[in-house]
Structures are given as C-alpha cells and as structure tokens.
C-alpha cells in the first residue's frame, strides 16, 4: 500500500512539472488524463487525439504547437495535450474507447474537468479530392480549430484568462 501511494506521489510530482505553459503533455492512459484534468483545476484543456500513420494528424499537431505557444505568450490559462488513439499493438486505447473516438484527428476541449466541446477535422484519407483542394480543406480545419480555441477562451472558460 505504501509503495501505490509513493508511486501516485512521483506520478502527480512527474505531471505538476508537465503543465508548465507552452508544453503540449503527452497523455499515457485514461488515469493520467483523469490527473490532467484534476490538476489542470480551472484551466482549458485542449487534447488533440491523433495516430502516427495520419498525415492530417502530423499538420495538426504542428498547428497544435504553434497554438500552444501562442497561448503562453498572451498569458493563457490553457493545458496542451496530445494522445496516440493506437497503443504499441495497433489497438484502440483505453482513451478512444471511453470516449467513443474512430476518426482522427479529434479535439476535445475540457473545462472543469467535462468535455464541453469535440472537434473533428476531415480525414483526406477518405476524400476522393484533388491535391489544392485538400490543402484548402487542412487550411479551413485549422482556421476553424484556431477560432473554436478562441471562443472557448474568451466564451466557456472566462477563468481561463487573467
């Protein structure tokens, strides 16, 4: 018993140091987004889920970057995060089946711990579309990623700006 509870101590330790502004947190399990979301308090939290073999996926976590940058730098009360859909075997993990995710890439912005909006951008995997108009779609769903973020700051989490 002992030796759970010290390990729950250096993992809450381990987080505490990850939601450090401008620093997107990479999510392991359902436990470690519950402890996220604990310890993020008041905070928005942003989680893009992704799988590594989805190019839109790749464009999207670079955009994610830039908008956790972006954030630190106007002094935004938001956590960052990022979670592989696909475990180390090419299985569903333990996040995607909570909450019901098929389709990457998908956004969930969390206030108090509630999912209280879900984005998911078009998969051009799927698209029978030409080359420029799949760039204008990526450009769309980034355009509209950014404004979401936006109105999430300044609309459902008004704790979430100082």
Known sequence: MELAWKR?????????????????VEVQDLEHL????????????VVA???????????LLKEFQSMCEEAK??????????HNLLDEFDSWSDISV????????????????AVVKKVTLHDVRRMGEKAPTIREMMQQDMRNMRTIFRQMIFEKAPGARD
Request: charged share 25%; net charge positive.
């Open 34 to 45: 519950e402890s996220l979301l604990d310890k993020a308090g008041s905070s928005l939290v």
């Open 49 to 59: 889920f992704y799988t590594r073999s989805c190019g839109v996926c790749k464009e």
């Open 8 to 24: 729950q101590q250096e993992r809450d330790e381990r987080l505490k140091q990850q939601l450090v502004l401008g620093k997107v």
């Open 98 to 113: 909570w909450h019901k995710i098929r389709v990457p890439p998908t956004i969930f912005f969390y206030d108090g711990g």
């Open 73 to 82: 730098a106007a002094q935004v009360r938001a956590v960052f995060a990022r």
